[in-house]
């Protein structure tokens, strides 16, 4: 499933990602410029990073991810950590020209998140969104069960690779290719 996430820079102008890139707090240039170069170098690096554990990436399906995960306060008392793992953290500042917006976690907010993913039920959040999330694939021989593979491996992914930042105690670097 991953891997409809992973393609060149030149091809990300064809569809949409997220992308993200673990890297120390302290080698984060907090401009849009810097952001750029960095997560464009990254991008272009994106199979070699994906294989190491620092990057990760979602084609198309991380609004309704977001979604997804949205549901979890009314699932677990109500923790307001659930906008973080898609589109919470800082936005850097950018021009009305520049793109791609980017985000930043800290790593309180990167270990805020692995920990909020590990202890997530799948199935439970699965319970609230799923019908909501596999109307798209109508059409399917199998709707549901395929859209709950792809939004599993999405979850999993991300559980796994916010998990790996958080031990590393890394920030994330978010950028939103369209």
Known sequence: MQ???RQSRGDRDMSFHLHLRAVAEDEIRDDHASLEEFMGAAWDNHETEYAAGIAESIAK????????YLAGPTLVGGTTSW??????????PAYMDQQPPFVILDPDQVATVAD???????????QVE??????????????????????????????????RAAAAHRAVV?????
């Open 3 to 5: 891997d409809q996430g």
């Open 61 to 68: 399906d991380f609004g309704p991810l977001n979604d997804l």
């Open 83 to 92: 906008h973080l793992p898609i589109y919470g953290g800082r936005i850097v």
């Open 116 to 126: 909020l993913l590990a202890g997530a039920s799948f199935e439970a959040l699965w």
């Open 130 to 163: 799923g019908a909501k999330l596999a109307a798209p694939y109508a059409q399917w021989e199998d709707p549901e069960g395929a859209a709950k593979e792809n939004y599993l491996a999405h979850h999993t992914g991300l559980r796994d690779f916010y998990g």
């Open 174 to 178: 978010k950028a939103f290719w369209y």
